[in-house]
């Protein structure tokens, strides 16, 4: 179970589950907790408030299937039409409603964290493997946004930048405290790049949509 610690921050990786490879080392600044937690924190709520939009708005297209969703602006850029294709419900109920609880996790972890909880390893563990499956669930809806749907929402696009960085810093922090054991090279390599990553995710993601709606932005589309 979490328990409480006057501890604010880590200086080196003494976790349970450390191994040989982490133990003693100095962490990255970025998965110290204070500055961990306020990621959660920004990212959680980011997301948070863009899936609760997006219910808002859905319940909005129940009432009423001619609703104009604030996110509708043209042909390619639409919440509203994204929202009737059967990808927005893939498991039998909005998509969205999974992010309210899920972000609501991210931000009481971080609140968690910001008032000294320590988290047993089996916690991060799973949050690991939420986040993961989260951020595998995002590409999944991303490359159907892209390539088979043809539509953009802005709203999930907001979610899709907060789940970046989110995958990303949980990932190397798990790493770098020895909850994922790596060898010493691979772990300080790790560390020592998780905002090159988030970079180069987020290039990936403009580059695939420029690619992906290229008619629109060189003007032969028709619109």
Not at 135 to 155: D, K, R, T
Not at 166 to 194: K, Q, Y
């Amino acid at each position: 179970m979490p328990s409480i610690s006057s501890a604010t921050g880590d200086a080196t990786a003494q976790h349970s589950g450390s191994g040989p490879a982490t133990a003693e080392r100095p962490l990255p600044p970025m998965t110290r907790d204070r500055p961990f937690a306020w990621l959660l924190l920004i990212t959680g709520v980011v997301g948070w408030l863009a899936s609760g939009t997006l219910v808002l708005e859905k319940l909005e297209v129940l009432k009423d299937p001619k609703h104009v969703t604030v996110c509708d602006v043209n042909p390619w850029i639409s919440c509203g039409q994204v929202m009737q294709t059967w990808q927005s419900s893939v498991f039998g109920f909005p998509n969205m409603f999974i992010g309210i609880v899920a972000f609501a996790v991210i931000i009481t972890t971080a609140m968690g964290i910001l008032a000294g909880a320590r988290f047993a390893r089996w916690y991060w563990l799973g949050l690991q493997a939420g986040v993961t499956l989260g951020f595998a669930f995002v590409v999944w809806l991303w490359s159907q946004a892209l390539y088979s749907i043809h539509i953009l929402c802005p709203f999930c696009m907001i979610v899709w930048a907060a789940m970046i960085p989110l995958f990303v810093w949980v990932t190397v922090r798990n790493v770098s405290h020895g909850v994922i054991p790596l060898p010493a090279g691979p772990t300080r390599i790790l560390g020592d790049s998780g905002w090159v990553l988030a970079a180069l995710l987020y290039v990936a993601v403009i580059a695939t949509i420029f690619f992906a709606f290229v008619q629109v932005f060189v003007g032969t589309s028709g619109y």
